[in-house]
């Protein structure tokens, strides 16, 4: 069976400190693979997707990056934290069937704390 | 872009008794997904039900339903004999291409 993998499950930073936050999934192969930012009270808002290795769509232009450096490895970075890239974040993966419409399954989450 | 629009920012059920969380969208296209997803206290994000545009037929998953109006853009969410594991935040989300839009969710409170 396929699980997903994030880490750390909660993260402390301050401003200005650099970010990476990895995600892996096992039991699959050439999963889409996506990153989402859940904001305090708000749904979850789409910021990278990747369809295939060092192939990286960005949703929304922000201080964030992402890189899939292997098949089922996911990362997202920054260089330089802000006060706002606070919130949960969440990776995501689906199926390659020549389709975006798979289900996508999610991560447990990451918790970040930018103070 | 999408709008996905969730109007109920807090519903309350009794155990055993059902409850109807509401779910508009915003799109042109004919083609797409619909989905509900469950976010409990831990925030692990699980899928309850989802609905192919193209299908007439409302699905269903046990206690499950939806009400899926393609012309109105509506998919309601149907609990049915509500039970305190249902307690969690409610999303509903419109996926086109290879995003997930989401509402911004309905808390749902299941008391005794």
């Known amino acids: 069976s396929q699980t997903i993998h994030q880490w750390p499950a909660t993260l402390v930073q301050p401003v200005g400190s650099p970010l990476s936050l990895e995600c892996t999934v096992e039991?699959?192969?050439?999963?889409?693979l996506y990153w989402y930012r859940q904001a305090a009270g708000r749904g979850l808002q789409l910021l990278f997707y990747s369809v295939g290795i060092g192939q990286i769509s960005s949703e929304v232009p922000q201080n964030l990056s992402a890189s899939r450096p292997q098949d089922r490895q996911f990362i997202l970075s920054s260089k330089k934290l802000l006060l706002s890239d606070s919130g949960f974040y969440l990776c995501?993966?689906?199926?390659?069937?020549?389709?975006?419409?798979?289900?996508?399954?999610f991560g447990p989450g990451t918790r970040l704390t930018v103070l | 872009a999408q709008t996905v629009t969730q109007s109920q920012p807090e519903m309350s059920v009794q155990e055993a008794e059902t409850v109807t969380l509401s779910c508009t969208y915003d799109?042109?296209?004919?083609?797409?997904?619909l989905f509900w997803y469950k976010q409990p206290p831990s925030r692990q994000m699980i899928l309850v039900i989802r609905?192919?545009?193209?299908?007439?037929q409302n699905a269903t998953e046990n206690r499950f339903s939806v009400n899926f109006q393609k012309a109105a853009k509506s998919f309601s969410l149907k609990i049915s004999d509500s039970q305190l594991g249902d307690a969690a935040m409610y999303f509903c989300?419109?996926?086109?291409?290879?995003?997930?839009?989401f509402g911004k969710g309905t808390s749902l409170l299941v008391t005794p």
């Open positions: 989300a419109y996926q086109s291409g290879y995003a997930l839009n």
């Open positions: 609905q192919e545009a193209y299908k007439q």
């Open positions: 995501a993966w689906s199926g390659w069937g020549g389709s975006a419409y798979n289900e996508q399954f």
């Open positions: 039991g699959t192969s050439n999963p889409n």
């Open positions: 799109t042109s296209e004919s083609d797409y997904y």
